[in-house]
């Protein structure tokens, strides 16, 4: 038996004033094929009492219980990056955002969470330049991908009140700027990032070409050495995860699964979908099973686009579902495919929330009355509710 998941982040949404949301405007053929001959329900892949960001909702996704395992976002991102973490790091994520030109610092507005999605080349001149420039005693910043990258404290303890960037587009960052433990330092590495970045070279550039320019750091994610169970050792089942964000890549290497990088990957809409999909088939000739997760339904979100994250979820089933399913079919045994977003992020919120989310469940050895098509209102309307992860991946494994 092969098995699939097909994770659509931040697929799910509200429904507009005509009761349509981006899953039931979007043309995904070969999903809501699958959607009339499969089980289709919802599933809390956020646990009550945690916020709902993509880490813990794809830990969930992948059946850990982020009540057991979750110690903070950034050093699941810190282990995909290389970065060597003792039992007393603690780390953080380090956006490189968009702010206004107010002053003072505390005045200024979240612009833009992710710089225009600045290029990785870019943003590594950036970060190297601040990590030379700022005097990080005991801290050292890491180049990531993108405007995600991370920073490590060498040795202390956790309790940092921290705001994630894309949770407040738009806004003024006065309350949302550091609080609890190590809170003037904290604040001191973001001040003064603006104040090295905002005539850089890059940054001079990129507004001339009319972008956004990367001019902060914004610190986020606080975290400690991750303890995740061996995927086989739980499973038995060899598996591999496919994605562009250091997060999931994190994941998977701290599961002691297969991470595979694919060139061209960068999360958004115009990552490369179709080299996801030959690295999907070309994973399931050696592996049990393969966990293809497409970020750009949540960057689209995020940015309230829409029409982009429409045109996301059909690319994703054009260019992901419908290859990975054919493939899956030409390799002549038994297969499930499991698909569903990690959590919701309604565009017109530009952020996640925690409702739980659609599912799809396709047995290619059982006939079973689907829906016509697959979105928030069908999955809720089957009735069928699962209360966790844990739970979804027991019924993807059962035989």
């Known amino acids: 038996m092969k098995y699939v998941t097909v994770l659509f982040d931040g697929m799910a949404d509200y429904p507009d004033e005509n009761g349509q949301t981006p899953m039931s405007l979007a043309h995904k053929p070969t999903t809501d094929a699958l959607a009339s001959r499969a089980q289709i329900g919802l599933c809390a892949t956020v646990p009550e009492g945690m916020k709902p960001g993509s880490d813990v909702a794809n830990l969930s996704a992948m059946g850990y219980d982020p009540h057991e395992c979750y110690t903070g976002r950034s050093p699941l991102e810190a282990i995909s990056i290389g970065i060597a973490l003792n039992e007393d790091s603690v780390t953080y994520r380090a956006n490189l955002v968009t702010l206004s030109d107010d002053e003072p610092y505390e005045n200024k507005t979240m612009a833009d969470y992710s710089a225009g999605?600045?290029?990785?080349?870019?943003?590594?001149?950036?970060?190297?330049?601040?990590?030379?420039?700022?005097?990080?005693?005991?801290?050292?910043l890491y180049t990531g991908v993108s405007y995600r990258h991370c920073l490590k404290r060498n040795s202390g303890i956790r309790?940092?009140?921290?705001?994630?960037?894309?949770?407040?587009?738009?806004?003024?960052?006065?309350?949302?700027?550091?609080?609890?433990?190590?809170?003037?330092?904290?604040?001191?590495?973001?001040?003064?990032?603006?104040?090295?970045?905002?005539?850089?070279?890059?940054?001079?550039?990129?507004?001339?070409?009319?972008?956004?320019?990367?001019n902060s750091l914004w610190l986020w994610g606080e975290g400690t050495k991750p303890k995740l169970q061996n995927f086989r050792e739980r499973t038995g089942l060899h598996g591999a995860v496919i994605s562009a964000v250091d997060l999931i890549k994190g994941i998977a290497i701290g599961a002691g699964m297969t991470s595979i990088d694919v060139e061209g990957a960068t999360g958004n809409l115009h990552t490369d979908f179709d080299g996801k999909a030959r690295a999907a088939i070309q994973a399931l000739r050696t592996h049990d099973y393969v966990y293809v997760h497409l970020?750009?339904?949540?960057?689209?979100?995020?940015?309230?686009?829409?029409?982009?994250?429409?045109?996301?979820?059909?690319?994703?089933?054009?260019?992901?579902?419908?290859?990975?399913?054919?493939?899956?079919?030409e390799l002549g045994?038994?297969?499930?495919?499991?698909?569903?977003?990690?959590?919701?992020?309604?565009?017109?919120?530009?952020?996640?929330?925690?409702?739980?989310?659609?599912?799809?469940?396709?047995?290619?050895?059982?006939?079973?009355?689907?829906?016509?098509q697959f979105t928030e209102k069908s999955a809720k309307a089957t009735g069928k509710f699962v209360p966790s992860g844990v739970a979804l991946l027991q019924e993807l494994l059962q035989k």
């Not at 970020?295 to 996301?312: L, T």
């Not at 698909?339 to 799809?360: M, R």
């Open 333 to 372: 045994e038994p297969f499930k495919i499991l698909i569903l977003p990690d959590h919701a992020t309604p565009y017109t919120l530009k952020t996640h929330t925690g409702e739980p989310v659609p599912y799809l469940l396709y047995d290619s050895t059982q006939k079973v009355a689907g829906v016509e």
């Open 117 to 140: 999605e600045i290029s990785t080349e870019e943003a590594k001149e950036l970060i190297e330049y601040l990590d030379a420039h700022l005097d990080l005693e005991g801290l050292k």
């Open 295 to 329: 970020e750009a339904p949540d960057e689209c979100g995020h940015h309230g686009d829409k029409p982009g994250k429409i045109r996301a979820i059909e690319l994703i089933d054009q260019k992901i579902v419908t290859p990975v399913y054919a493939a899956l079919q």
């Open 159 to 214: 309790g940092a009140i921290l705001t994630p960037p894309h949770d407040i587009s738009d806004r003024k960052i006065t309350e949302y700027l550091p609080g609890g433990m190590y809170a003037a330092e904290l604040r001191s590495v973001m001040e003064r990032s603006y104040e090295l970045l905002a005539d850089h070279p890059v940054n001079r550039k990129r507004i001339e070409r009319g972008l956004h320019p990367a």
